[in-house]
Structure formats: structure tokens, C-alpha cells
């Protein structure tokens, strides 16, 4: 938004610089949720698992064995960047396997990083929104 000074105070509006603003804060936002739900997901599944501590159990993240499925988290970015992806690597698949399981002994780990992580989501990206409005 400008102000321009004149005999009369007249505010003009630069619509396509505000929508482009708007897109930027967007995809900063989008990247800013994007990171804290793959580093809740990333912590979560950091538990040690055997020899040190007992597996999961069907309800639970998958736990810490060798670290390849907590390698395995990561983000793509779709389209023009406002959306993204998180999940697991096809590099590792038993991540994705135990994750979507439906014979009652899935282990959703990123279902329950993002039941603790959408408020700071949110958060995330409405900071992002405001800023860009100031």
C-alpha cells in the first residue's frame, strides 16, 4: 500500500504487488510449517527403540533403531511452492508402510507429529501472512 501526499491524503492500492507479497509470505509460511512438523516428526521417532528399549507398539511412532527412517523425513515442494509435501523418502520404505498400515498395527508417527504441531503451524504461517501486510 502507498500513501501519496497530495492537497488530499489518497491511499492507492498496488494490487498484483500486494497479491505477489502475499504469495511470498505464503511460501516463507508454508516452509516454516513445513519445518517444524518434520522436526517434530523427527523427534518423536528419536526414541530409542531395541536393544536399549522395547519397539513400538501398534498406535505408537516407530522407534530409533538404526536412524534410517528419521533420515528418510523430508518435504517437496508443489506447484508454485504454497503447498508441500512431508512424508518419508521412497529410499527408505518401511516408514510409509508402517505409517499406512490398516490391519490395525500402524505406527502413525506423522499423524501424531502433526496432532502436536498444527497450533504452531498456524502460528507459523499467520506470522508470515502479517508481516507481509505491514
Known amino acids: 500500500m502507498k500513501v ?3 492537497k488530499t491524503s489518497l491511499i492507492v492500492w498496488d494490487g498484483e504487488k500486494l497479491s505477489r507479497d ?4 505464503l511460501k516463507l509460511g508454508v516452509r516454516d510449517a513445513s519445518s517444524a512438523l ?3 516428526l523427527k523427534r518423536i521417532m528419536s526414541i530409542p527403540g531395541p536393544p ?8 505408537e511412532p516407530l ?3 538404526t536412524g534410517h ?17 512431508v512424508g518419508f523418502s521412497t529410499a ?6 508402517w505409517e499406512l498400515r490398516k490391519d490395525g498395527k500402524a505406527r502413525p508417527g506423522l499423524q501424531i507429529a502433526f496432532d502436536r504441531t498444527v497450533n504452531d503451524m498456524e ?10 501486510m505491514r
Open 4 to 6: 501519496t501526499r497530495t
Open 22 to 25: 502475499a504469495k511470498d509470505q
Open 63 to 65: 522407534r530409533r533403531r
Open 52 to 59: 536399549a528399549s522395547r519397539p513400538s507398539v501398534p498406535g
Open 123 to 132: 502460528r507459523l504461517i499467520t506470522r508470515r501472512m502479517t508481516q507481509g
Open 69 to 85: 527412517a528419521r533420515a528418510s523425513v523430508a518435504d517437496e515442494v508443489v506447484g508454485d511452492g504454497t503447498r508441500r509435501k
Open 92 to 97: 527408505v520404505p518401511y516408514p510409509a508402510m
Open 38 to 40: 518434520q522436526a517434530t
